[in-house]
């Protein structure tokens, strides 16, 4: 498993979805978990141990409310983690700040709230690094992109 999504509650599955659709784009290994950084502390700390034993190589957590479990990872391990803003309360700009504003030397990458889309395109970014087939699947994705973007819009709009 190359990465791992965390995320604190039940009723966050439907928006980090888009995380595991990016990740299963490029055939990236994933592993979901719900845990919590103020309700299940020792589990979240137990599976991030687990995580740096099997090597996985980048973590996208989503958060909202208190928005602290990205943080939390982040300072329990040096895998790069993502931070993904979750709409709980405040349009999910409480979470966008608590996610971005970390402290000096520990950081969390973070994307747009409830965007774990583009926490899973981080991700996939990374790993391309490292991985010359993904870097290749990365490279033709945006070229088909650009190509989709330019036949639907081309042609002018009608307005």
Do not use: W
């Given at each position: 498993?190359?990465?791992?999504?965390?995320?604190?509650?039940?009723?966050?599955?439907?928006?980090?979805?888009?995380?595991?659709?990016?990740?299963?784009?490029?055939?990236?290994?994933?592993?979901?978990?719900?845990?919590?950084?103020?309700?299940?502390?020792?589990?979240?700390?137990?599976?991030?141990?687990?995580?740096?034993?099997?090597?996985?190589?980048?973590?996208?957590?989503?958060?909202?409310?208190?928005?602290?479990?990205?943080?939390?990872?982040?300072?329990?391990t040096v895998i790069p983690?993502?931070?993904?803003?979750?709409?709980?309360?405040?349009?999910?700009?409480?979470?966008?700040?608590?996610?971005?504003?970390?402290?000096?030397?520990?950081?969390?990458?973070?994307?747009?709230?409830?965007?774990?889309?583009?926490?899973?395109?981080?991700?996939?970014?990374?790993?391309?690094?490292?991985?010359?087939?993904?870097?290749?699947?990365?490279?033709?994705?945006?070229?088909?992109?650009?190509?989709?973007?330019?036949?639907?819009?081309?042609?002018?709009?009608?307005?």
């Amino acid at each position: 498993m190359k990465v791992a999504i965390i995320f604190g509650s039940k009723s966050d599955i439907e928006k980090m979805k888009g995380a595991a659709k990016a990740l299963k784009e490029f055939n990236i290994d994933y592993e979901a978990f719900i845990l919590s950084a103020h309700r299940v502390p020792e589990e979240l700390l137990q599976t991030i141990e687990k995580l740096e034993r099997e090597n996985c190589e980048c973590i996208i957590a989503g958060a909202g409310l208190a928005a602290h479990l990205p943080g939390v990872i982040a300072s329990k391990t040096v895998i790069p983690v993502i931070g993904v803003p979750l709409n709980a309360a405040l349009s999910g700009l409480d979470s966008l700040f608590s996610i971005v504003q970390m402290p000096k030397s520990i950081p969390v990458a973070t994307v747009g709230i409830n965007n774990s889309y583009n926490g899973g395109m981080l991700a996939v970014q990374i790993l391309a690094l490292k991985y010359p087939e993904i870097r290749e699947k990365l490279v033709e994705y945006r070229k088909n992109m650009k190509k989709k973007f330019i036949m639907e819009n081309g042609e002018g709009v009608e307005l």
